[in-house]
């Protein structure tokens, strides 16, 4: 067990539709990264939130936004839902200063979101 | 940017034995970190193992342990004395910079067998 956790576990929505995920890091991290996993892949990097600022974004559309709040814990927000984005959600969390040492990322159990 | 290839997409070893899981990456970047995480069935990802570019050494987690070879740009894992609860899916990936992006590669299934 990481500590971090994601909610809910499973999704089922149907296309156009929007979805939000949630995520509550570990103790005493400042930082929060989602990935999407597709079926059979590698995850994904979608973007970074530090400070409950964006930090860094890779090559997802704007209907993939984000937050993270004032007790570092982050959504994941997707609009108009298509079904490529049916997909494992992984969150990871980890922090700038200390323990745990600067890049290494501790995920949650994902979220499963199928969309039909 | 930054690239990692897995080329052995499947994997199997007898319990107690040794197995070798291959990674390659390519980055322009001189300060970067390698990490293996291990993804069981049950879809967590676990942190296996770390290592930092600018450290020759190898590092080394119990049973598991790297060979990082930098010039070639290769960073393969080793387990040792496998058992039944390494199986699982097997990701290698990098980070460089303060972004903390992981770019992972494609994953190796291993399976561990009696």
């Known amino acids: 067990e990481t500590g971090v956790t994601q909610s809910p576990t499973h999704l089922i929505k149907t296309r156009g539709q929007q979805v939000t995920l949630r995520c509550s890091s570990q103790s005493g991290h400042n930082t929060v990264s989602w990935y999407q996993q597709a079926l059979g892949q590698g995850p994904q990097f979608i973007f970074q939130?530090?400070?409950?600022?964006?930090?860094g974004r890779g090559n997802f559309p704007p209907r993939f936004s984000g937050l993270q709040f004032p007790n570092y814990s982050s959504e994941l927000n997707v609009n108009a839902l298509e079904l490529d984005d049916s997909a494992l959600y992984l969150c990871a969390s980890s922090s700038d200063r200390g323990r745990p040492r600067p890049h290494e990322q501790y995920f949650g159990p994902g979220t499963r979101l199928t969309v039909t | 940017a930054q690239t990692v290839t897995q080329s052995q997409p499947e994997m199997s070893v007898q319990e107690a034995e040794t197995v070798t899981l291959s990674c390659t990456y390519d980055?322009?970047?001189?300060?970067?970190?390698l990490f293996w995480y291990k993804q069981p069935p049950s879809r967590q990802m676990i942190l296996v193992i770390r290592q930092e570019a600018y450290k020759q050494q190898n590092a080394t987690e119990n049973r598991f342990s790297v060979n990082f070879q930098k010039a070639a740009k290769s960073f393969s894992l080793k387990i040792s004395d496998s058992q039944l609860g390494d199986t699982a899916m097997y990701f290698c990936?990098?980070?460089?910079?303060?972004?903390?992006?992981?770019?992972f590669g494609t994953g190796t299934r291993l399976q561990v067998t009696l």
């Open positions: 980055t322009s970047e001189s300060n970067y970190y």
């Open positions: 990936a990098v980070v460089t910079g303060t972004a903390s992006k992981l770019t």
């Open positions: 939130y530090y400070r409950e600022e964006e930090n």
